[in-house]
């Protein structure tokens, strides 16, 4: 069920093959492999260990990673958003009563975040949480906290690399059994941050509404080419080997 891209294990099933995936492991962090934050564990051996651990899943999150996949004739199934494999946890850990922790975004919007899954999933159980503006090296209380809650799952909303970064450095520590870098998440399930419509969704646009919505975002998509381009070098360096 998985596909090789550049020096990485890609997911390629679907998201009902993922969440079977999720539910069987022991210890799991999944990882929202988009151009950009495949493009730096290149250049960051931290990152790229991480990537590359055997217990984690990268996802194909990102119209740059589907059509990686398409150039190196192994297409994945589908494109799987992050947020939507979030939420299908949150689903289960409240069917389950099982419960989360929360790490990242500012205040106000964790505050928000947290106020609105409560609405949608009134048993979800969220153990607690911290915004993301904190000394990764310096961060003891929190992770007692979480050490001594064990939440079933943790969710890092800070950006790639910081929560890859926090993830690598607690990953074996804490007694959780999935974790998740989620990005801008917090910020959707806030109210802050609109996902772009279905259809711009299914098109594979779902990079240009946010890029319309955020132009301060329009300078990561140069992670795209750069990654596609080192995609096809490496094909061609494979076929002449
Ligand atoms: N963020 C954070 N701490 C930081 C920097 C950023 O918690 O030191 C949060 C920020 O508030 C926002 C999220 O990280 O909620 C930004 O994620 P981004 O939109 O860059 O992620 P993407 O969805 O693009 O992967």
Known sequence: MFIKILEYKIFCGTKVNLLKLINEAN???IISGNPEVLYMGMYNEKLKALYIDSKSVIIPDGVGTVIASKILNTPVKEKIAGIEVMEEIIKNCEAEGKGIYLVGAQEEVLKECIINLIIKYPKLKILGSKNGYFDLNNCQELIEDIEEKKPFAIFVAMGCPRQEIFISKFFETLPCKVFMGVGGSFDVFAGKVKRAPKWMINLGL????????????????????????RVVISKYFNKRK
């Not at 946010?210 to 132009?215: H, I, K, Q, S």
């Open 206 to 229: 779902e990079w240009l509404y946010r890029v319309a919505n955020e132009p301060f975002r329009i300078k990561r998509l140069i992670y795209i080419p750069k990654f596609l381009m």
């Open 27 to 29: 210890k799991i962090n």
